[in-house]
């Protein structure tokens, strides 16, 4: 089986990572990155945290889709990929070994990944207490769309009824965070039975397509998940273009 390393050396798109930006003392930038390869993120995210290792910012926030993607956590285990190489290159689906937290996930395009590159020392050093406004961060966002979810004792993430609609994969380096979490909103969930995601037998994917029987707009997901971090961690949240 072929896996993929996760590397921070890539071709990216040029984003101007400014540490003197108006507000960037005092507030989270958001930068809407659209439909982009997992290795291209990553390349960004290890450059947004050394801008706020070495300038001491709150942090940033980077919203995208992903091309077809599974991700490994950092325990490494395949056990929980239920199909082989030829089976994954069929479906164009690339297979990445990540340095995150957790057990297998995909992305693909309709899921909305929000990488969290934010300075716990301005925050809060308390890990515990991010991971469950970030899990707050998901419940407020689907409340706004009328669905009302849950967390699951001892099953980090969010979900609807049984089923589970949203993901949270971290690494901390120097109290500093990177990945984040992902929202199923418009993704075709079939492709899910390559894998048993999270190692969560017991709990399908579902997503808010499947829960209100219609697609919403990326963006407007984009946006609400904005205003419910600004809300839920009580900070301002600007959106950017650069950082």
């Not at 077809?68 to 690339?94: A, C, D, H, R, Y």
Request: charged share 20%.
């Amino acid at each position: 089986m072929k896996i993929l390393k996760q590397k921070s050396a890539c071709r990216d798109r040029k984003i101007l990572i400014n540490s003197n930006s108006p507000g960037s003392q005092d507030s989270i930038t958001a930068i809407d990155l659209g439909l982009i390869p997992y290795s291209e993120a990553y390349n960004l995210q290890t450059r947004v945290f050394e801008s706020i290792r070495l300038n001491g910012m709150p942090g940033a926030i980077l919203l995208l889709e992903h091309h077809p993607v599974i991700t490994i956590g950092n325990n490494k285990n395949i056990g929980n990929l239920l199909v082989t190489e030829e089976t994954l290159t069929s479906q164009g689906i690339e297979l990445v070994q990540s340095n995150r937290g957790g057990d297998i996930t995909l992305h693909t395009p309709g899921q909305v990944i929000c990488y969290m590159i934010l300075n716990l020392n301005v925050i809060g050093k308390d890990l515990s207490i991010f991971v469950y406004k970030l899990e707050q961060v998901i419940i407020e966002t689907l409340k706004n769309f009328g669905i009302n979810s849950s967390r699951i004792k001892k099953h980090r993430g969010v979900f609807y009824n049984n089923s589970k609609i949203a993901s949270i994969g971290l690494k901390v380096k120097k109290w500093i965070t990177l990945h984040g979490f992902s929202l199923n909103v418009n993704n075709d969930l079939k492709y899910f039975n390559n894998i048993i995601p999270c190692g969560l037998k017991d709990y399908p994917q579902t997503s808010i397509r499947e829960i209100l029987e219609k697609p919403l707009p990326i963006t407007t997901v984009k946006e609400q998940i904005v205003e419910s971090f600004s809300n839920v961690f009580n900070i301002p949240v600007k959106k950017s273009g650069s950082f």
